[in-house]
């Protein structure tokens, strides 16, 4: 397994234990909290897909 994608996996762990801290903080509802999660695999997987080539 490439190393940067279990480095991505990890800090997309920790990001969504942060932002589910940050989601308790500003009331954000679930599709709002899954929005944002969305979001973040989806520049993840793009960031990771610039480091491949």
């Known amino acids: 397994m490439d ?5 991505l996996i ?3 762990i920790l990001a969504a234990w942060l932002l589910n801290r940050v989601r308790r ?3 954000l509802g679930p599709v709002g909290y899954a929005g944002v999660m969305v979001v973040f695999v989806l520049a993840m997987l793009m ?3 610039q480091t491949i080539r």
């Open 3 to 7: 190393p940067g994608l279990i480095l």
């Open 10 to 12: 990890f800090l997309a």
């Open 25 to 27: 903080f500003f009331r």
């Open 47 to 49: 960031i990771w897909g």
